[in-house]
């Protein structure tokens, strides 16, 4: 994979791609990867869900590189091709006056949206920052939480760099520690659990979302949680299959195994 782009008949195919918190304009993106894994799939329907440029992040400190304007392109290059592309904005590029300026307006654009599986599901598509004010924590907590997390992808970035260089595979330090702390934890149990109960609520089978970082896929009282992670931390997406199913894939297990052996994905159910 990394020595070329593979052929279109190696390609892994979905019927829906999701993808959220990619985080365009933020040095610490794993924009690299996400191109790589792109070159490896092919989707009829692709779904931005959320925090794919960071305006925030921009705002404070300009950055931006070739692979980050290369995902653009092959999100437009897709469109162009056929693949209908859903755009929803998240907390970070809730203002889409730059984007819609650089994607030339080539994109359907929901605050939330409804997703119809191939099974006949129904699912909500909503980017997850509509769920913070019940999954708050104290003001203290969240500042030292927030200065943790900044130096723990800092670390994680350098650490990853450094394994890339030496051709071994992509390590997602920060969720790792993020699940080792119990307020951490205890904060993405509750995310999901209000998220599934949201769903439930509107009469949903199901809700996907990102956000939070942290890629999951289980069943919460008979409500499907589906979360796609991001392309910061853990380098994950959703897919829906041809029959339906969802899975979610984490680079680069998704990209190099799952053309020649899908049972190899790597599918989170914890």
């Excluded at 792109?38 to 931006?64: F, H, K, M, P, T």
Aim: charged share 20%.
């Amino acid at each position: 994979m990394a020595n070329g782009t593979p052929s279109r008949a190696a390609r892994l195919n979905a019927r829906t791609l999701f993808l959220s918190d990619i985080h365009l304009g933020f040095r610490h993106a794993r924009a690299r990867e996400l191109n790589e894994f792109l070159r490896g799939i092919e989707a009829e329907c692709i779904v931005l869900v959320g925090d794919i440029i960071d305006a925030l992040s921009l705002a404070r400190r300009a950055y931006w590189t070739a692979d980050h304007t290369q995902v653009l392109r092959t999100l437009l290059a897709r469109q162009r091709s056929g693949t209908r592309l859903v755009y929803i904005p998240g907390n970070h590029d809730a203002s889409l006056g730059m984007l819609a300026q650089m994607l030339q307006g080539q994109f359907e654009v929901h605050r939330e949206w409804v997703h119809r599986g191939a099974n006949g599901a129904r699912t909500l598509v909503l980017h997850g920052d509509q769920f913070d004010s019940q999954s708050t924590c104290p003001p203290w907590l969240t500042h030292l939480g927030d200065f943790m997390h900044a130096r723990t992808v800092q670390v994680s970035h350098a650490i990853n760099n450094l394994r890339r260089a030496l051709g071994q595979p992509y390590w997602p330090l920060t969720e790792a520690l993020k699940l080792g702390i119990g307020t951490s934890a205890r904060f993405i149990e509750r995310f999901e659990q209000v998220a599934a109960e949201h769903a439930r609520a509107q009469g949903y089978d199901g809700v996907i979302c990102g956000h939070i970082h942290r890629p999951n896929l289980r069943d919460i009282d008979g409500i499907v949680y589906a979360n796609t992670g991001d392309w910061v931390e853990s380098c994950s997406a959703l897919i829906e299959t041809e029959r339906g199913e969802l899975k979610l894939l984490r680079w680069p297990s998704a990209a190099i195994l799952g053309a020649r052996a899908p049972r190899a994905l790597v599918a989170d159910a914890a």
